[in-house]
């Protein structure tokens, strides 16, 4: 059942702005492109369809990238951006999203 405002592993969300910029910084190519597409939708949330479609990347692609980006640090790194499980979701769907301070901090 969906919860309005509801998140998936919240805890490791990063809100500090400088810790923002410096994962930005250190991640791919790709993962930044998506970074960049979520940052300009803040606040509002995005499913990773509507990621991969502002990209021009075949479905399933994001999923991937955040895959690779994520095991290379680890199952307890931060991420600059929220998710929300499809479970969790009114559209059935993963969702990401930046809240106003992750997003300031990479303006």
Sequence with gaps: MYRV???GWAEFVETNP???REQYASAPVNMQAALDVVR???PSRLT???VELELGWPRGRLRSVIGG???RHGA???RP???CPP???PRDDWEMWMDAQQAQALA
Excluded: C, F, K, M
């Design 5 to 7: 405002g509801a998140e």
């Design 18 to 20: 400088q810790l923002v």
């Design 40 to 42: 300009r939708a803040s």
């Design 48 to 50: 990773y369809e509507e």
């Design 69 to 71: 980006w994520r095991s």
């Design 76 to 78: 307890n790194y931060t």
């Design 81 to 83: 951006y929220h998710i």
């Design 87 to 89: 479970n969790l979701s």
